[in-house]
C-alpha cells in the first residue's frame, strides 16, 4: 500500500481568548422543502485574516455565539466541520463553509434550542461572527489522495466534510480510483447535498453515493436500512473496494455509528482495517457492541471523527 501521507497542518491560529470576526456570505437550506429539519449550508468570508488559504477540508472552525447562559458564563465554543474544499466554497480560497443543523428539541414540557445552531441558522449575509480555529490534523484526505481508494461513511451533518473532500477528488479531473459515498438519514426529505451527489455520480462513473434510509422501506428481512447495511446490501460493488491494499475508510457522523460498520468489516474478514487488543472469540456475536472497542482499535488505513 502506498505511504498515507497527512499534510502538515496549522492549528488554532485563532483561540477562544483571539478570536477572528468575519461575515456570512452565504446561508441556505439544503434540506428538501418538506423536512421536519432545518440544515443550513454556511459560507464565511475569512478574507484579509490568518485563516485565509490555511484551512483544509477534514478540520474544524469553532463559532463563538453571543450572550451568557443562565449562569451568568459566556456561551461556549462550538466547532462546526469544514464542508468546503482546501481550495475555497466556489473555488475562492479566502471563502470557507460549514453544514449546520438548527436543534430543535424536546425535554419533557420544555423546549431546547441548541445556543450556537440556532444562532447560526438565523444569520444573514453580512452579519458577521466571532471565530476560531482550524482544528483538528488527523481527519484530512492524504496529500498522495489519488493513490487510494475511499469510504467515506456519513450520518446527518458528519456528511460537511466528504462534500469538500469529494469536490477536492474530482476537481482535477485525474482521479481514477474508486470513491463511494454512504449516506445514511431517516427519510429521503432529510439527504443532505443530494443534488450535487447524485450529480457527481452521474459524472463520474467511479464516484458511488449510496443513501442509506433508515425509516422508510425495510430490507427484505425485515431489518432497516443503516450505513453499515450497504456493506452487505451493496457487496458486489463494496467488498471488491475494501480488498484492495490501497483503500482508506472515513467516518463521519453521530458516535456509535462506529461500531456498526467495524463489526460488519469483521464479519467479511476484512481484518486489515483493525489492530488487536486482545484475542477475539470464533463468533463475533459473542462480544456486546459497546465492548468492541476492548477488543480492537482501528488500524491506520480507518479515520473516525464521531461526535
Same mark, same amino acid.
Given at each position: 500500500m502506498s505511504e498515507i501521507k497527512l499534510p502538515e497542518v496549522e492549528l488554532n491560529i485563532y483561540s477562544k481568548r483571539n478570536p477572528v470576526e468575519v461575515p456570512v456570505v452565504e446561508n441556505y437550506i439544503i434540506t428538501k422543502e418538506s423536512s421536519p429539519n432545518f440544515v443550513r449550508h454556511i459560507t464565511f468570508d475569512v478574507s484579509g485574516t490568518e485563516l485565509e488559504n490555511r484551512v483544509r477540508v477534514g478540520q474544524s472552525v469553532g463559532i463563538l455565539p453571543p450572550?451568557? /447562559? /443562565?449562569s451568568g458564563k459566556a456561551h461556549k465554543l462550538r466547532l462546526y466541520s469544514v464542508s468546503s474544499p482546501t481550495e475555497g466554497e466556489h473555488g475562492k480560497p479566502h471563502l470557507v463553509s460549514t453544514t449546520v443543523k438548527r +436543534? !430543535? @428539541?424536546e425535554f419533557g414540557d420544555k423546549l431546547y434550542l441548541g445556543v450556537?445552531?440556532?444562532y447560526l441558522a438565523d444569520l444573514k449575509p453580512g452579519d458577521k461572527v466571532r471565530m476560531t480555529g482550524p482544528s483538528g490534523k488527523r481527519f484530512l484526505l492524504p496529500e498522495n489522495a489519488e493513490d487510494f481508494n475511499y469510504l467515506f461513511f456519513a450520518t446527518g451533518t458528519g456528511i460537511a466534510p466528504f462534500r469538500g473532500m469529494t469536490m477536492e477528488l474530482f476537481r482535477s479531473g485525474s482521479y481514477k480510483n474508486d470513491c463511494v459515498l454512504i449516506f445514511g438519514c431517516p427519510y429521503r426529505t432529510d439527504l443532505l447535498y443530494s443534488d450535487f451527489l447524485a450529480e457527481m455520480s452521474e459524472k463520474h462513473p467511479n464516484f458511488h453515493y449510496l443513501p442509506s434510509i433508515s425509516r @422508510?422501506? &425495510? &430490507?427484505p428481512d425485515g431489518s432497516k436500512h443503516y450505513v453499515q447495511t450497504k456493506l452487505e446490501d451493496e457487496s458486489e460493488l463494496l467488498i471488491p473496494i475494501l480488498q484492495k491494499e490501497n483503500t482508506l475508510i472515513y467516518i463521519c457522523g453521530l458516535k456509535g455509528m462506529e +461500531?456498526? !460498520?467495524y463489526m460488519e468489516l469483521m464479519k467479511r474478514g476484512l481484518n486489515s482495517y483493525f489492530e488487536a487488543r486482545k484475542e477475539l472469540? @470464533? /463468533?463475533l456475536s459473542e462480544i456486546p457492541r459497546d465492548e468492541l472497542k476492548k477488543f !480492537?482499535?482501528?488500524s491506520v488505513r480507518i479515520f473516525e471523527e464521531v461526535y
Open positions: 450572550g451568557e /447562559d /443562565d +436543534t !430543535i @428539541e450556537a445552531s440556532n @422508510e422501506n &425495510r &430490507r +461500531t456498526g !460498520i472469540p @470464533e /463468533d !480492537i482499535k482501528p
